[in-house]
């Protein structure tokens, strides 16, 4: 079992950046793939970004490339999202999750268990 747990969500203006952490406890997640993913009111959860387990391969929405970067501290238990220039259709619920192995193949949410309860994120116009 692995429990995730998100933070650094918040309000901000279009234009602004936030950072979010997905913290991380119980089995190890450095063998494994992470995931971020969100969830617009109304709408369904949809595949950000993902990165492999070694840091050294990412993946990205088309509408964040460019944007937003992920990354992983395995010793610290914990992948973050960069998230620049952000625009208010970027508001919604974040959440992160645990690959079911160490490569990401383009499945989206089919990849992923384990996932956290999510942090709001919200930009103003």
């Known amino acids: 079992q692995v429990q995730l747990v998100e933070s650094g969500g918040g309000l901000v203006q279009a234009g602004g950046s936030l950072r979010l952490a997905c913290a991380t406890s119980g089995r190890t997640m450095s063998n494994y793939a992470m995931g971020w993913f969100r969830q617009a009111p109304g709408q369904e959860r949809e595949f950000v970004a993902a990165?492999?387990?070694?840091?050294?391969?990412?993946n990205y929405a088309d509408s964040v490339k460019g944007r937003f970067t992920i990354s992983r501290e395995n010793a610290k238990k914990t992948v973050y999202l960069q998230m620049n220039s952000l625009k208010p259709d970027d508001t919604a619920v974040y959440y992160c999750?645990?690959?079911?192995?160490?490569?990401?193949?383009?499945?989206?949410?089919?990849?992923?268990?384990?996932w956290g309860q999510g942090t709001q994120v919200t930009v103003s116009s």
């Open positions: 990165i492999n387990w070694g840091g050294g391969v990412t």
């Open positions: 999750a645990v690959g079911y192995s160490g490569d990401y193949r383009g499945r989206g949410l089919a990849e992923f268990t384990s």
